[in-house]
């Protein structure tokens, strides 16, 4: 059996204390693998970023353990968990988190930057993947000359260019339009293709689930029971 990209068993997170004590999550098993784009659904305050976090080695977790890329999250120290996440990780948020005194290229290529790759090297691996979001053309502009659809495919070109295992996008189409949001998850599910990477997108919209190969579903910090699923319908239509 492939090993999972990112692997949780058993992880509880508590947040607060005393009477502000909250049970985030309470004993969560989950594998993401490769070639697959798993949505996380639930109402707000459910924990599905906090279960996003932990996975993405931003927050640890009160019990349990993570494995990314088969490496454990574990005891290690913040320098540490900060080289797995450059290692293995592409985050895509709500609101872009885009520089604004960069341009799309710059923006992307920072993340090329903080790893040590530069040059032409990295410019040309900076022209692939916004070519590959359709935003070649707009590689000169500033995130205010890009609409909130156009930035957050430079989030994603940004999250993708240095080739990570995993993408864990949160709520990514919550600030956008419905046609903007479509178009955001038919990129993310086509980036789901690849055998080598996992996709997490956490939403609480449930017009997007037709993207997803899994949907999981979570109340009060717990996953609920896994529901058959029915495929990927955009993966079946580009298929068609």
């Known amino acids: 059996m492939t090993q999972p990209i990112i692997a949780a068993n058993n992880v509880s997170k508590t947040l607060g204390a005393g009477a502000g004590q909250v049970h985030a999550l309470n004993h969560v098993d989950l594998s993401l693998n490769g070639g697959n784009l798993t949505?996380?659904?639930?109402?707000?305050?459910?924990?599905?970023?906090?279960?996003?976090?932990?996975?993405?080695?931003?927050?640890?977790?009160?019990?349990?353990?993570v494995q990314i890329c088969g490496v454990p999250t574990e005891g290690a120290s913040a320098e540490q968990l900060a080289e797995i996440?450059?290692?293995?990780?592409?985050?895509?948020?709500?609101?872009?988190?885009?520089?604004?005194?960069l341009t799309a290229a710059e923006n992307v290529q920072l993340a090329l930057d903080l790893r040590g790759e530069r040059g032409a090297g990295a410019?040309?691996?900076?022209?692939?993947?916004?070519?590959?979001?359709?935003?070649?053309?707009?590689?000169?502009?500033?995130?205010?000359?890009?609409?909130?659809?156009?930035?957050?495919r430079v989030a994603i070109a940004r999250a993708?260019?240095?080739?990570?295992?995993?993408?864990?996008?949160?709520?990514?189409?919550?600030?956008?339009?419905?046609?903007?949001?479509?178009e955001i998850m038919s990129i993310l599910a086509a980036i789901a293709k690849e055998p080598h990477r996992a996709v997490l997108v956490v939403t609480h919209?449930?017009?997007?689930?037709?993207?997803?190969?899994?949907?999981?579903?979570?109340?009060?910090?717990?996953?609920?029971?896994?529901?058959?699923?029915?495929?990927?319908?955009?993966?079946?239509?580009s298929n068609a």
């Not at 996440?85 to 005194?101: A, D, K, S």
């Not at 692939?128 to 659809?149: C, I, M, Q, W, Y």
């Not at 080739?163 to 949001?181: F, M, R, V, Y």
């Open 160 to 182: 993708i260019v240095a080739d990570p295992a995993a993408i864990l996008a949160d709520e990514p189409t919550a600030a956008l339009d419905g046609a903007n949001g479509q």
């Open 85 to 101: 996440r450059r290692r293995h990780i592409g985050f895509v948020f709500q609101t872009f988190h885009l520089f604004p005194t």
């Open 205 to 237: 919209d449930t017009r997007l689930t037709g993207f997803a190969d899994r949907t999981l579903r979570i109340e009060d910090g717990a996953l609920l029971p896994e529901e058959p699923s029915s495929g990927n319908v955009y993966r079946m239509r």
């Open 39 to 65: 949505m996380l659904m639930g109402p707000s305050g459910s924990g599905k970023t906090t279960l996003l976090s932990i996975l993405g080695g931003m927050l640890t977790p009160s019990e349990g353990k």
């Open 123 to 152: 410019r040309a691996r900076t022209r692939e993947v916004l070519t590959r979001v359709d935003l070649a053309r707009k590689a000169a502009a500033f995130p205010r000359e890009l609409s909130g659809g156009e930035q957050q």
